[in-house]
């Protein structure tokens, strides 16, 4: 993706010598669940820092990426999407976006507009309203709805909240993703950037194999058990000379009836899961990958302060 190159009307150009302020800030991605955050943000950062699918709830933690500009650097953070919560994990995961919301420089609200008859995003709304920022609405998978249907989209919107602007996108095609970034700058403040130039993320390397491995298992066990699987990363061996990275980690499912789902007749589920995984994992880490998979039953790990903790979902205050 080429780097945008943001316009002031009383900035000075390069051609005269002079440079433009550098911008910096922090902008949360927000919004309800399954509306293209974590897309949205691997689009802009240009590289696969979330797991995605089309399933609700895929996003359970806070996920930092850095990007940096000409005219400056943006810090993005991904969030879960707002719901319902109906077991501890999704508490945690409700604060974790709403806590998202605070320190920050810029917040952008994602909804889905394929999918927006009405306006659907009223907590959300009301949350807006505590923000001393400006705020985007983002309406992300344009590409999915006739053009005339976005104008009273809008509108229900504008009546809603004063948003600073309105970006129509589809993260997965790409589209406008170069104009929101330019207007993303244009809102910034001025600074220095808040991380070195080749920062990426703040997510540790387990966490990214941990959910590379259920990204898989999402995508392949469909509807059948998404929000009752987690995986934990037992064992980390980083690759030595020629040898591959070794990877030890347990799926873990609720009931003993989940299990065989996951494992498959005769290993055929959890063999592809693993393949799946294993070539994710060795294309963002640039090594090969040795991948060790079991699946083990917790009964209610959804419940449990200690395993949550355990597998980074943080506890925030709203």
């Not at 501890?88 to 998202?100: I, K, P, Y």
């Not at 980690?249 to 789902?261: D, N, R």
Request: with cysteine; glycine share 6%.
């Amino acid at each position: 993706m080429d780097e945008p190159a943001v316009e002031h009307s009383d900035s000075l150009s390069r051609d005269s010598g002079h440079f433009e302020p550098i911008k910096s800030g922090v902008i949360s991605l927000f919004g309800r669940s399954n509306a293209g955050k974590s897309t949205l943000l691997n689009s802009i950062i240009g590289q696969k820092l979330s797991i995605v699918s089309d399933k609700p709830q895929t996003t359970r933690t806070r996920i930092l990426g850095v990007k940096n500009y000409q005219t400056g650097q943006i810090v993005f953070v991904d969030t879960p999407g707002v719901h319902k919560p109906s077991h501890r994990l999704n508490v945690r995961m409700v604060e974790t976006a709403f806590s998202a919301i605070r320190n920050i420089d810029l917040l952008a609200l994602v909804v889905d507009a394929s999918r927006n008859k009405e306006l659907e995003d009223q907590e959300v709304l009301r949350k807006l309203e505590t923000v001393d920022v400006p705020v985007f609405l983002i309406l992300n998978k344009v590409d999915l709805i006739k053009k005339p249907s976005l104008l009273p989209i809008i509108d229900r919107y504008r009546k809603s909240y004063d948003f600073s602007e309105y970006v129509p996108v589809s993260a997965i095609n790409g589209l406008n993703i170069d104009l929101l970034e330019k207007l993303f700058l244009k809102h910034l403040p001025e600074g220095d950037p808040l991380y070195p130039e080749d920062y990426l993320t703040d997510q540790p390397e387990r966490i990214f194999v941990a959910e590379f491995v259920r990204e898989q298992v999402i995508r392949r066990t469909h509807a059948e058990l998404p929000f009752s699987t987690a995986v934990i990363v037992d064992k980390f061996e980083e690759s030595k000379d020629d040898s591959p990275m070794r990877l030890y980690c347990s799926i873990l499912v609720e009931k003993k009836s989940q299990k065989p789902i996951v494992l498959g007749k005769g290993g055929s589920m959890i063999r592809r899961i693993g393949q799946g995984a294993r070539e994710e994992i060795e294309r963002f880490f640039e090594t090969r990958v040795y991948l060790d998979l079991h699946v083990k039953v917790q009964s209610e790990w959804r419940e449990n302060e200690q395993l949550l903790d355990e597998l980074g979902l943080s506890q925030h205050k709203s």
